[in-house]
């Protein structure tokens, strides 16, 4: 992807990142927990020109589940929710044990894509994910098996290295995952987005994500560079300083940005063409 795609105006893939793992309705009252509140933010969010949904689980008492019993939960009620949006499962997790990290792989149809941390990262004060290769090959190896595209997330450099270093046992296109705020995140600057897109090889497609206030303008300049973005309350709680948003409200600015820009919002058809998906 280069400002050239941007120019020819090839489509942008919209994913909506629903929940997350972390923070709950303690940070925003309407964030969805149950399979009925994830399956609707999904129907709102391919409304408003999402097509893929990355989904985690939540147990009853709203902490992460990793189970496959429940993801089994949130896929069905996601599915019968909406038409045709990719749904994307998250791997991701801290202080997890192994083993559940392939639970949200497992359920029945496996999911078109599912994500990939690539390497050690922290989050918040006590919250680490070790991500050891022998993990992440593990991971990998079982989405092939099961046909899942796997999305790599690359927190950082490191992770761009791990990355670049299993392109070739990857299936066309590799998709990477670049992610932008603190702690060993990258630091949200355009100056680094530019030298990640830089030191992608020929034939990559890349999403971004920004964290907290860079959701807006580090998911535009990836417009602008011809790659995808990744918006939603996993990331980001508000619309503007002071004003909490919906999923569907980000969807919809990101929707209209790229649009506006001269980049047409793929559809759930021309995001599977793109990334090379078995189908729903």
């Known amino acids: 992807m280069t400002y050239d795609d941007y120019l020819d105006g090839k489509p942008a893939i919209v994913t909506a990142a629903l929940t997350g793992g972390v923070h709950g309705k303690e940070a925003h009252p309407d964030l969805p927990e149950t399979p009925a509140e994830i399956a609707a933010a999904a129907a709102a969010c391919e409304e408003a020109g999402a ?129 932008f705020g603190g702690g060993t995140t990258s630091p949200p600057h355009p100056r680094n987005l530019m030298n990640r897109v830089e030191a992608l090889p020929e034939g990559v497609e890349f999403n971004v994500i920004g964290f907290g206030p860079h959701q807006l303008p580090m998911t535009t300049q990836s417009l602008l560079l011809g790659g995808h973005v990744r918006v939603g309350l996993e990331d980001n709680r508000y619309y503007e300083k002071g004003e909490l948003a919906t999923n569907g409200q980000l969807v919809a600015r990101a929707a209209r940005i790229a649009e506006e820009l001269g980049r047409p919002v793929a559809t759930p058809e021309q995001t599977r063409e793109l990334l090379g998906l078995r189908g729903r």
């Open 51 to 179: 097509s893929v949904l990355h989904l985690h689980a939540r147990r009853d008492n709203g902490e992460r589940a990793f189970s496959t019993e429940r993801f089994q939960e949130v896929a069905d009620a996601v599915r019968e929710a909406t038409d045709d949006a990719v749904l994307q499962h998250s791997t991701g997790g801290t202080a997890a044990p192994d083993a559940l990290r392939h639970e949200p792989l497992r359920t029945d149809p496996a999911p078109e894509m599912a994500s990939l941390d690539m390497g050690p990262l922290n989050r918040y004060d006590r919250l680490t994910s070790e991500n050891t290769r022998e993990l992440v090959s593990s991971l990998h190896a079982e989405m092939k098996d099961r046909g899942i595209k796997p999305e790599l997330e690359v927190f950082n450099d490191g992770h761009l290295n791990e990355s670049l270093a299993i392109l070739d046992d990857l299936g066309d296109p590799p998709y990477l995952n670049f992610l």
